[in-house]
């Protein structure tokens, strides 16, 4: 028993359990940062064991027999908060400029810090050797190794990851990029570092993303650039639509699309909106498919099928990414993705309010009225029975009054608004927008 003791207690395994607590607390961080991605706040109890986590590894660190190492203690504590600012940066750009109610001054420093994500955590190196060498304690050395091993695989896994696939820039897409960058393609790619841009001859190119890469960081490009959603993107935004659109109709749930997918559908004669960061569809709770049912039949079809699957139940939503599904557990590294192309699948549910059937969600939508029950809801008559809309070539599901539906969202929907975009960048692209529509009338 004293063997067993002695081996545990050796300078070794005390540094082999630290590294240990180092990786489930930065698997449990990861994980915590799925909650900003869709601009929510973290939940108390996934926040609290992130922060136990932390607490009992740093302790594992500062205390042995000796007593406590104060200056181990203060440098695992830095390295561990400066590291993890800089793995969440990309998860807190995400939120759009235009509600993030985080000061500029630190919204520059994670938009610097989200724009080299990739291998930001790499510049630890240096302060991680310096702490490793001044400081004389292996269970420090432990953390600090593990830590940037880590890194190092987050780095070099989309390294060499698959590769980019060479698309052309569409005409309006080009209008768009060109009014934002004023006339200065490669200064503007260079200052903002758009890595997707290829410019040989006066040809303009986008190398754009595939299921093997990561997807490009376009929530920075269409809010704070106010560019047009990448040719890549859009694509993937389509097969996802479709690929959601086909697991319903197999399961027999009733849906449509809604919001910004159903605006584009309706008003821009079946396309996506031109800055369209996502696809919305809704599903119907009723007889057999219940909420369980829903999320079991996603989970199966998005593992056979490469989709990754995330589940808010609190919210009533799940959503569905173009990216596959990693295995377990760095599947949670994709949380650090500056882009994600996804579909969010809001649940409604029949109800009766004021004496009316209504279909209601949770959460507010547009300017959806408020039901009875404290749900957000339309007539029941304005969405079923659904009637069906070209999109993007195809036909899909959409409400039965689609523009009495979309004028309940938006009010005046024929009126273009760049939802989500910066203000300035908004206003650079209206101009190019509205310039562009006067020639084509001329
Ligand atoms: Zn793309």
Not at 57 to 70: E, T
Not at 179 to 201: C, K, P
Not at 272 to 280: F, R
Not at 338 to 363: K, M, Q, T, W, Y
């Amino acid at each position: 028993m004293t063997g067993v003791w002695a081996i545990a207690t050796s300078p070794a395994a005390s540094a082999l359990i630290a590294a240990a607590l180092y990786v489930a607390t930065y698997l449990s961080f990861l994980r915590l940062l799925r909650y900003p991605r869709n601009w929510n706040l973290p939940t108390l109890p996934a926040s609290l064991a992130t922060a136990g986590l932390a607490a009992i590894m740093v302790a594992q660190v500062a205390l042995s027999p000796d007593g406590l190492d104060l200056t181990a203690l203060v440098v695992s504590v830095g390295f561990v908060a400066v590291l993890f600012g800089i793995i969440a940066a990309p998860a807190i750009e995400f939120r759009p400029a235009t509600r993030s109610g985080i000061r500029p001054g630190i919204r520059s420093v994670t938009g610097f810090l989200a724009r080299h994500g990739d291998y930001a955590g790499l510049w630890m190196l240096g302060p991680a050797l310096v702490a490793g060498y001044a400081v004389p304690n292996a269970r420090l050395q432990g953390v600090l190794a593990v830590a940037l091993a880590l890194e190092l695989a987050w780095f070099l896994r989309h390294r060499w990851s698959g590769r980019r696939r060479l698309y052309p820039l569409g005409d309006h897409d080009l209008l768009v990029l060109k009014a934002q960058a004023n006339g200065d393609l490669e200064g503007f790619a260079g200052r903002h570092g758009i890595r997707e841009l290829v410019l040989s001859d006066g040809a303009v190119g986008w190398l754009g993303c595939t299921k093997q890469t990561l997807p490009c960081p376009f929530n920075l490009y269409l809010g704070r650039l106010g560019l047009n959603t990448a040719p890549c993107c859009r694509e993937h935004l389509k097969d996802l639509g479709y690929f959601v659109a086909s697991c319903l109709k197999d399961m027999g749930a009733v849906h449509w699309i809604d919001g910004g997918t159903l605006l584009g559908a309706v008003r821009e004669g079946g396309k996506l909106l031109a800055w369209e960061d996502d696809i919305d569809v809704s599903v119907l709770l009723d007889g057999d498919i219940t909420w369980e049912s829903l999320v079991t039949g996603f989970a199966a079809r998005g593992a056979q099928e490469g989709y990754f699957v995330d589940v808010f139940k609190n919210k009533g939503y799940i959503t569905i990414s173009y990216d596959p599904p990693g295995s377990w557990p760095l599947r949670w590294e994709r949380y650090r993705m500056r882009g994600e192309i996804r579909l969010d699948l809001v649940v409604f549910r029949p109800a009766v309010s004021h004496g009316r059937p209504v279909l209601e969600r949770g959460l507010l939508k547009g300017a959806m009225p408020l039901t009875e029950s404290g749900g957000y809801g339309v007539a029941r008559e304005i969405v079923l029975p659904t009637g069906m809309i070209d999109f993007l070539g195809g036909r899909i599901a959409c409400p039965n009054q689609p523009e009495t539906y979309l004028r309940i969202l938006y009010g005046d929907f024929e009126q273009v608004e760049y939802t989500y975009v910066n203000a300035a960048a908004a206003e650079t692209r209206r101009q190019a927008d509205v310039a562009e529509r006067v020639d084509q009338v001329g």
